[in-house]
């Protein structure tokens, strides 16, 4: 069974600009959380989709969105990039429920210059 | 959901046990522990959970105390590759987990 997918692995981009990170969750999975994780600093909870709707939010600008679509893959959109926004974002999926454990992809790299 | 404490690093010889704490002392009685484990710049790999009960898996065990302040991951034949950041969270609903800055374990050979 496939895991967790991301794409793409690394991403460049410089400052002021938009950038859209993609996640396709397990299969059978219907909700997809994104974290930050910035070098040296642990991982940080952005947003939760289940079912295309937004459940829950971090403690992150509104320039950090997403949506997910009707077959549960998701899209991250960062908008006027910053260079803090450098950091490892990941995706995770779980079946839903609110006890259902999470499955991590492996990450994609941005990089803002 | 409940804080957790981990030591910042440990040690581990190869082919020996690795046991793992974590102290959650604040959790409540229907949080789970977590663990999960980084390696380097890689995505983080689910381990094990539980509640009350102790559980084991084929990676690891996981020892929770009766009172439930506080756990041990065991991971009985630690390798070469289990060297990794080791994350214990206390969750009742996983719509974010909280994690720490967990144990970084070094398996030696």
């Known amino acids: 069974e496939a895991g967790v997918t991301q794409s793409p692995t690394h991403l460049i981009k410089t400052r002021g600009q938009q950038a859209t990170l993609r996640c396709s969750p397990i299969s059978g999975h219907t909700s997809v959380y994104w974290y930050q994780q910035a070098l040296g600093l642990g991982l940080q909870f952005l947003l939760w989709y289940d079912e295309g709707e937004e459940r829950n939010r971090g403690n992150f600008p509104p320039r950090f969105s997403g949506r997910q679509f009707p077959n549960y893959s998701s899209e991250l959109n960062v908008n006027a990039l910053e260079l803090e926004d450098s950091a490892l974002y990941l995706c995770?999926?779980?079946?839903?429920?609110?006890?259902?454990?999470?499955?991590f992809g492996p990450g994609t790299r941005l990089t803002v210059l | 959901d409940a804080k957790t404490t981990q030591p910042p690093s440990m040690d581990c010889a190869e082919g020996r046990a690795a046991n793992l704490p974590c102290n959650h002392s604040t959790i409540s009685g229907n949080e789970y522990v977590y663990w999960y484990r980084q390696i380097h710049s890689q995505g983080p790999q689910y381990i094990i959970h539980g509640l009350k009960n102790n559980e084991t898996n084929e990676m690891a065990s996981l020892i929770i105390t009766e009172d439930r302040k506080s756990s041990t991951l065991i991971l009985p034949h630690a390798t070469l590759r289990d060297t990794a950041v080791y994350y214990c969270?206390?969750?009742?609903?996983?719509?974010?987990?909280?994690f720490g800055t967990g144990t970084r374990l070094q398996v030696f050979p």
């Open positions: 969270i206390a969750a009742y609903n996983t719509d974010k987990l909280i």
């Open positions: 995770a999926s779980s079946l839903g429920g609110a006890t259902d454990t999470q499955y």
